[in-house]
């Protein structure tokens, strides 16, 4: 930890360090306590110290050691606290360190600086200790016993009702059928049962219909997609770069469908962990290992001109180690950036040890191939190749181009002698497609580049010519007619998908500290390595690599991966985390509601091979998931917020599940898993405020069955996301996001009202009904049932019986308004009638028990 802050020790308590020594417990500590804690900046070349055991203090700062034993004369850490040498006195402000204390410290130093810390048998520092909860071994608790042994179907419910015994409260009785299997259907696929699959779970009498059907949802292709998305956050995954120029990432889904496919294939998640973290690294890695690290790949990319490409190559870095913290280890190391973690026991010196993994990575797109598309892009791909050599000859490219690319390596080795053509190098700087970058390709000679190579600086040469020689020439050459024909003539032959992956540099320099978190300042040279206050991670050979810390992370001496797994799995199906602060396990986050429940249900994880499935089917066939939602009154002032899990909590739908539900109630959803993001309609004027949008046209809304595709496949533009995923809180995929927020704002109301998606299916509702049901009552009934997986109360029904006629009677006398909300007329029905229904629709379409999981 940085001396400029309070040192490491201040965070673990003294009994922990041993049999302390009485000069360094009683009289230095206390000293360094008071009189260092006010120090942030004042002695930068100190910075880097721990003084929590002995070695890594005597290892120094930055540059070098400040303490030298027998001889405090010499220790810098003497001459920063009485002002010697020149050097600031410190702490700069306040108190400073009276002549007796500074003559502890030398009389401390001058008898051998005694710690109280140790030194591990091989000379190397002992790892700090902590008594925080957290960074404790997983224990494997026995279910305890209970006062209602009846209640309970699994242990799960031993812990829950065993916390209610202590609190004197009683557990809430069984949610009813139906609601109980809209939940889990909800929950398990994000979809609601169809009125076929709930007349037919009600019909179902066995003792075990419950279990059966979680087995079924458990098996169906729409569960990777339900648990993807909460994955996906986590990964900050989108469809562009962010920052000003914000590119469409075209290939970024294939990280998705990965995602996808490997919770419907039960991949073990310790699996999931290391292809993801490295699946690069793996001995004889495949494709689809490969295509795993795009994990590391949803960080932002910045291509604006005159940036510093270093800066962004940090910033890349130092995202990818902040969310590896946060995802797998729940820690936000991120705060010790710049500085040692304020409450956390995690210096500067971790954080970059951790850093220190990610920062070789190189950025490299590879074929990706799906099934069935390798044959038509073989018998294809000479005549496509033919073609657009064709088009290049005819608009002169090979000679414009040659020239081009001398003119550039000129511009390039004489800055600032022609700023146009510093412009357009600087522009070239910007390409990075496939992990090629402009300038690697530019200088490999033309007869040694691959086709791939050529490709890509071709079509920059063409795109971009107009930085160089200026908007006139470049019209004048019609090469922004032959870029739409060279875009046109690859979109229309097949080709292949192509997915973003990373490699490990092999002559990347080495890793340092930065000061105060500037990437430019360079500090100590750090090693790959984990936090000191984990257990340690073993190398498998040499220098520790990605690979390693994949497998240190899913280690089972490693007590925190199992335990935030679990909790962000339990936190989709109860609202809330067993520690709510599921992004924070450190000592500022919340403690674990039910702690032996934790603990049970990460050694059990573990023991089950790390089955997602199988975690999922324990937690959603116990009793404490099947309890009915509705508030009881005597728990409002014990238990406000649910943490005793005394009831289900009623949780809001996920952004994305709001649409999928309309639309599926509608009939218009395509079930389609997997696949290309798409564009279904928005407003308009929301992809005009993207910079340099060129109006609506930069949002093509898609076509057919891709107009109503589940909102997992929404294209995710970071600069100009879509506007209904926004409103009801998606996150920005700009960090990661491990729980989502839940707002509730007027936006949302008319967003449900107005949005062009909810008006079309409200009306493709109303038509759905009128097909299939002969009668205004019957219709009513599939409406409900359709929409709210019940039949409507004598209630309701009284009032759509009153609110109907008068509706149709308005729009009779608007024939206008009728057509808009009823664009077809429909044997039997007329035109004020439907619109009517429609109108009936909306309604359902925007109740909250229509976005709310119960």
Same mark, same amino acid.
């Given at each position: 930890?940085?001396?400029?802050?309070?040192?490491?020790?201040?965070?673990?308590?003294?009994?922990?360090?041993?049999?302390?020594?009485?000069?360094?417990?009683?009289?230095?500590?206390?000293?360094?306590?008071?009189?260092?804690?006010?120090?942030? /900046?004042?002695?930068?070349?100190?910075?880097?110290?721990?003084?929590?055991?002995?070695?890594? @203090?005597?290892?120094?700062?930055?540059?070098?050691?400040?303490?030298?034993?027998?001889?405090?004369?010499?220790?810098?850490?003497?001459?920063?606290?009485?002002?010697?040498?020149?050097?600031?006195?410190?702490?700069?402000?306040?108190?400073?360190?009276?002549? *007796?204390?500074?003559?502890?410290?030398?009389?401390?130093?001058?008898?051998?600086?005694?710690?109280?810390?140790?030194?591990?048998?091989?000379?190397?520092?002992?790892?700090?200790?902590?008594?925080? %909860? @957290?960074?404790?071994?997983?224990?494997?608790?026995?279910?305890?016993?209970?006062?209602?042994?009846?209640?309970?179907?699994?242990?799960?419910?031993?812990?829950?009702?065993?916390?209610?015994?202590?609190?004197?409260?009683?557990?809430?009785?069984?949610?009813?059928?139906?609601?109980?299997?809209?939940?889990?259907?909800?929950?398990?696929?994000? &979809?609601?049962?169809?009125?076929?699959?709930?007349?037919?779970?009600?019909?179902?009498?066995?003792?075990?219909?419950?279990?059966?059907?979680?087995?079924?949802?458990?098996?169906?292709?729409?569960?990777?997609?339900?648990?993807?998305?909460? %994955?996906?956050?986590?990964?900050?995954?989108?469809?562009?770069?962010?920052?000003?120029?914000?590119?469409?990432?075209?290939?970024? %889904?294939?990280?998705?469908? %990965?995602?996808?496919?490997?919770?419907?294939?039960?991949?073990?998640?310790?699996?999931?962990?290391?292809?993801?973290?490295?699946?690069?690294?793996?001995?004889?890695?495949?494709?689809?290992?490969?295509?795993?690290?795009?994990?590391?790949?949803?960080?932002?990319?910045?291509?604006?001109?005159?940036?510093?490409?270093?800066?962004?190559?940090?910033?890349?870095?130092?995202?990818?180690?902040?969310?590896?913290?946060?995802?797998?280890?729940?820690?936000?190391?991120?705060?010790?950036?710049?500085?040692?973690?304020?409450?956390?026991?995690?210096?500067?010196?971790?954080?970059?040890?951790?850093?220190?993994?990610?920062?070789?990575?190189?950025?490299?797109?590879?074929?990706?191939?799906?099934?069935?598309?390798? /044959?038509?892009?073989?018998?294809?791909?000479?005549?496509?190749?033919?073609?657009?050599?064709?088009?290049?000859?005819?608009?002169?490219?090979?000679?414009?181009?040659?020239?081009?690319?001398?003119?550039?390596?000129?511009?390039?080795?004489?800055?600032?002698?022609?700023?146009?053509?510093?412009?357009?190098?600087?522009?070239?700087?910007?390409?990075?497609?496939?992990?090629?970058?402009?300038?690697?390709?530019?200088?490999?000679?033309?007869?040694?580049?691959?086709?791939?190579?050529?490709?890509?600086?071709?079509?920059?040469?063409?795109?971009?010519?107009?930085?160089?020689?200026?908007?006139?020439?470049?019209?004048?050459?019609?090469?922004?007619?032959?870029?739409?024909?060279?875009?046109?003539?690859?979109?229309?032959?097949?080709?292949?998908?192509?997915?973003?992956?990373?490699?490990?540099?092999?002559?990347?320099?080495?890793?340092?500290?930065?000061?105060?978190?500037?990437?430019?300042? &360079?500090?100590?040279?750090?090693?790959?390595?984990?936090?000191?206050?984990?257990?340690?991670?073993?190398?498998?050979?040499?220098?520790?690599?990605?690979?390693?810390?994949?497998?240190?992370?899913?280690?089972?001496?490693?007590?925190?991966?199992?335990?935030?797994?679990?909790?962000?799995?339990?936190?989709?199906?109860?609202?809330?985390?067993?520690?709510?602060?599921?992004?924070?396990?450190?000592?500022?986050?919340?403690?674990?509601?039910?702690?032996?429940?934790?603990?049970?249900?990460?050694?059990?994880?573990?023991?089950?091979?790390?089955?997602?499935?199988?975690?999922?089917?324990?937690?959603?066939?116990?009793?404490?998931?099947?309890?009915?939602?509705?508030?009881?009154?005597?728990?409002?002032?014990?238990?406000?917020?649910?943490?005793?899990?005394?009831?289900?909590?009623?949780?809001?739908?996920?952004?994305?599940?709001?649409?999928?539900?309309?639309?599926?109630?509608?009939?218009?959803?395509?079930?389609?898993?997997?696949?290309?993001?798409?564009?279904?309609?928005?407003?308009?004027?929301?992809?005009?405020?993207?910079?340099?949008?060129? /109006?609506?046209?930069?949002?093509?809304?898609?076509?057919?069955?891709?107009?109503?595709?589940?909102?997992?496949?929404?294209?995710?533009?970071?600069?100009?996301?879509?506007?209904?995923?926004?409103?009801?809180?998606?996150?920005?995929?700009?960090?990661?996001?491990?729980?989502?927020?839940?707002?509730?704002?007027?936006?949302?109301? &008319?967003?449900?009202?107005?949005?062009?998606?909810?008006? *079309?299916?409200?009306?493709? &509702?109303?038509?759905?009904?009128?097909?299939?049901?002969?009668?205004?009552?019957?219709?009513? /009934?599939?409406?409900?049932?359709?929409?709210?997986?019940?039949?409507?109360?004598?209630?309701?029904?009284?009032?759509?019986?009153?609110?109907?006629?008068?509706?149709?009677?308005?729009?009779?006398?608007?024939?206008?308004?009728?057509?808009?909300?009823?664009?077809?007329?429909?044997?039997?029905?007329?035109?004020?009638?439907?619109?009517?229904?429609?109108?009936?629709?909306?309604?359902?379409?925007?109740?909250?028990?229509?976005?709310?999981?119960?």
């Amino acid at each position: 930890m940085r001396l400029g802050w309070a040192v490491s020790f201040l965070f673990v308590p003294v009994s922990l360090f041993g049999q302390a020594k009485v000069d360094f417990t009683a009289d230095v500590q206390p000293i360094l306590k008071k009189r260092c804690e006010g120090c942030h /900046g004042a002695a930068q070349q100190m910075s880097g110290v721990r003084f929590d055991h002995r070695d890594a @203090a005597l290892a120094g700062g930055y540059s070098g050691p400040v303490i030298l034993p027998g001889k405090s004369a010499e220790s810098k850490l003497i001459q920063r606290v009485s002002g010697t040498k020149g050097m600031m006195v410190m702490p700069p402000s306040g108190p400073r360190l009276s002549p *007796e204390e500074i003559g502890v410290l030398r009389t401390w130093i001058d008898s051998g600086a005694a710690w109280s810390g140790a030194t591990v048998a091989d000379g190397s520092p002992a790892k700090a200790r902590h008594s925080h %909860w @957290a960074f404790q071994p997983i224990a494997s608790p026995q279910p305890p016993s209970v006062s209602n042994s009846a209640w309970v179907r699994n242990p799960v419910d031993n812990f829950v009702l065993s916390r209610l015994d202590k609190e004197h409260i009683a557990p809430s009785p069984e949610a009813d059928k139906r609601t109980l299997y809209r939940r889990v259907s909800l929950d398990l696929i994000g &979809l609601q049962p169809t009125p076929e699959e709930m007349r037919a779970f009600l019909s179902d009498k066995r003792p075990d219909a419950y279990e059966k059907a979680v087995d079924r949802l458990l098996s169906s292709p729409h569960f990777g997609e339900r648990i993807a998305r909460p %994955w996906l956050d986590r990964a900050r995954y989108a469809d562009s770069d962010g920052y000003e120029k914000d590119w469409v990432r075209p290939f970024a %889904w294939r990280y998705r469908q %990965w995602v996808i496919d490997a919770f419907n294939n039960d991949m073990p998640f310790d699996q999931f962990t290391i292809k993801q973290v490295a699946g690069d690294l793996l001995p004889n890695a495949s494709i689809d290992d490969r295509i795993a690290t795009g994990f590391h790949r949803n960080t932002l990319t910045n291509r604006e001109g005159g940036i510093d490409n270093n800066q962004f190559r940090f910033e890349a870095a130092i995202d990818r180690a902040n969310t590896i913290a946060a995802t797998w280890m729940g820690l936000t190391m991120g705060c010790a950036q710049c500085h040692d973690h304020k409450y956390d026991p995690i210096s500067q010196k971790d954080y970059y040890q951790l850093f220190a993994f990610v920062d070789k990575i190189n950025e490299a797109d590879i074929d990706a191939p799906l099934p069935g598309e390798i /044959g038509p892009y073989i018998k294809s791909r000479d005549e496509y190749r033919a073609k657009r050599r064709a088009l290049l000859d005819q608009y002169k490219v090979p000679q414009l181009q040659a020239d081009w690319e001398r003119q550039m390596l000129e511009a390039s080795a004489n800055p600032g002698k022609r700023t146009d053509w510093d412009l357009a190098w600087d522009c070239l700087l910007k390409l990075t497609e496939g992990g090629d970058d402009g300038e690697k390709i530019m200088r490999i000679p033309l007869d040694k580049r691959t086709e791939r190579e050529r490709d890509i600086l071709t079509n920059h040469f063409v795109r971009n010519y107009h930085f160089a020689v200026g908007q006139k020439v470049y019209k004048e050459l019609k090469l922004d007619e032959l870029d739409k024909k060279l875009k046109e003539l690859y979109e229309h032959y097949p080709q292949l998908s192509r997915a973003m992956t990373v490699t490990d540099s092999q002559s990347a320099p080495p890793s340092h500290l930065r000061v105060r978190g500037d990437y430019r300042t &360079l500090g100590i040279e750090v090693k790959p390595n984990t936090p000191t206050v984990l257990p340690p991670m073993t190398a498998t050979s040499g220098a520790a690599n990605r690979l390693d810390l994949a497998k240190w992370l899913v280690s089972p001496e490693n007590p925190l991966t199992a335990r935030v797994t679990v909790n962000w799995i339990w936190q989709e199906f109860f609202g809330r985390g067993i520690v709510k602060t599921t992004d924070d396990f450190g000592t500022r986050g919340e403690k674990p509601s039910h702690p032996e429940l934790l603990d049970w249900l990460a050694s059990k994880f573990v023991e089950d091979g790390w089955s997602v499935k199988q975690l999922v089917r324990n937690i959603v066939t116990s009793e404490t998931y099947r309890q009915s939602s509705k508030v009881r009154p005597e728990l409002q002032s014990k238990d406000p917020d649910n943490a005793l899990l005394a009831r289900q909590t009623r949780v809001r739908l996920p952004a994305e599940l709001i649409r999928d539900e309309a639309l599926h109630a509608s009939g218009l959803l395509s079930l389609k898993v997997g696949g290309k993001s798409v564009k279904p309609p928005q407003p308009s004027g929301v992809a005009s405020l993207a910079y340099g949008a060129k /109006g609506d046209d930069s949002w093509t809304e898609s076509k057919g069955e891709d107009r109503y595709r589940r909102g997992l496949y929404i294209h995710f533009q970071r600069a100009t996301p879509y506007p209904l995923l926004m409103n009801f809180d998606a996150p920005k995929a700009v960090v990661a996001q491990c729980k989502r927020e839940q707002s509730n704002t007027a936006l949302q109301a &008319l967003n449900l009202l107005n949005d062009p998606v909810f008006v *079309e299916a409200a009306t493709a &509702l109303a038509y759905r009904v009128i097909s299939e049901a002969p009668d205004a009552k019957a219709r009513l /009934g599939s409406m409900f049932e359709y929409a709210l997986n019940r039949p409507p109360t004598p209630g309701e029904l009284d009032k759509f019986r009153t609110s109907i006629p008068r509706l149709q009677s308005m729009y009779e006398g608007d024939a206008r308004a009728a057509k808009q909300l009823a664009p077809a007329e429909l044997p039997g029905i007329t035109r004020a009638e439907t619109a009517a229904l429609v109108n009936a629709a909306t309604v359902l379409l925007n109740v909250d028990e229509f976005i709310t999981k119960e």
